[in-house]
């Protein structure tokens, strides 16, 4: 079973390498729930939808299958620097 420090790494890291120079702040919720905020430059020009649209790509593999780490992203806050 992966704990839920791990996840947290994970979901940090994945966001963060596929959104250049991006900080990503995970908050755990419930049970396989979690709270990100990203700020990034890349979100320059970008309408909100999309910008969540980069972040939720990035952890979509945590997010897929019967045993997935990641149920639900309860709230997704996207800034500039």
Do not use: W, Y
Not at 8 to 27: D, G
Request: aromatic content about 2%; some cysteine; hydrophobic content about 45%.
């Amino acid at each position: 079973m992966i704990n839920m420090s791990d996840i947290l790494v994970q979901i940090r890291a994945a966001v963060e390498t596929a959104i250049a120079e991006s900080k990503c702040e995970v908050t755990p919720g419930s049970a396989g729930h979690f709270v990100l905020t990203v700020t990034a430059s890349a979100f320059q020009g970008q309408s909100r939808l999309q910008q969540q649209r980069m972040v939720l790509s990035a952890i979509a593999h945590l997010m897929k299958g019967d045993g997935a780490p990641v149920h639900a992203v309860d709230s997704l806050t996207t800034r500039l620097p």
